[in-house]
């Protein structure tokens, strides 16, 4: 079984242990804290939202951290925030969409997690990003643009994920079970009896 990918599954309803933490990258709208969330349940485990670490360990919103210290500075921090996340206790953790195309922090999830590209095609991420301004890389311009051009210059690094799972119209359901079967593939072992399905 490869070490670095090892999930230990728990019995009936004594939490999943996993041995690294589980990273949901991928483009804003693919679904990384829905499907994050979702997992999480799924497989007894816990929830990080880095978005929100970073907002915390801030003391305001990303957009604010943008608009007051530049983009330069909010790539900082969230490699610092990934940074002692990853090394703390495992999680599943859904990442910034920036974050896995800093060299230092994709290295940081390599040795440290297994990485899940949630991969969307554009008419995807332009419907759910829609109407929500929260995301300035988005409100700098025409968001399906920006999107477009992401989509061209991150997609061949997103592509270094160690799971690729395609996410679109479905439900998020058969998404966060997309996901669970391949880290079966990659753990070697039965995810699918994980507590939430194992009950009674
Ligand atoms: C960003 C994605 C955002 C957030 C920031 C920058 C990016 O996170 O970290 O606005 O560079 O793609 P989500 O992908 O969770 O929206």
Redesign the pocket.
């Known amino acids: 079984m490869n070490e670095t990918a090892k999930i230990q599954q728990s019995q009936s309803t004594e939490p999943t242990t996993l041995a690294k933490t589980i990273v949901l990258v ?5 679904g ?2 829905c499907i994050g969330r979702r997992l999480a349940q799924r497989l007894n485990v816990s929830f990080v ?3 929100a670490e ?1 907002e915390q360990a801030a003391g305001c919103s ?1 957009a604010e951290i ?1 608009e007051k210290y530049g983009e330069a500075a ?1 790539r900082d921090g ?1 490699r610092r925030v990934m940074a002692r996340l990853l090394q703390g206790p495992p999680t599943i953790l ?6 896995f ?1 800093d060299p230092e922090t994709r290295t940081l999830i390599r040795d440290y997690g297994v990485s899940v590209w949630l991969r969307a095609d554009l008419d995807t991420l332009a419907a759910r990003t829609k109407g929500r301004n ?4 988005l409100n700098a311009g025409e968001p399906r643009d920006i999107l477009a051009k ?1 989509i061209e210059e991150r997609y061949p690094v997103y592509a270094e994920a160690n799971i690729v799972v395609d996410t679109g119209a479905d439900n998020p359901n058969v998404t966060c079970a997309r996901v669970v079967e391949a880290l079966t593939h990659i753990a070697g072992t039965e995810i699918a009896s994980a507590p939430a399905e194992s009950a009674p």
């Open positions: 991928g483009l804003m709208g693919a990384k804290s939202d880095a978005d970073i990303i943008f909010f969230e859904a990442a910034g969409g920036g974050a195309i929260h995301r300035p890389l992401l």
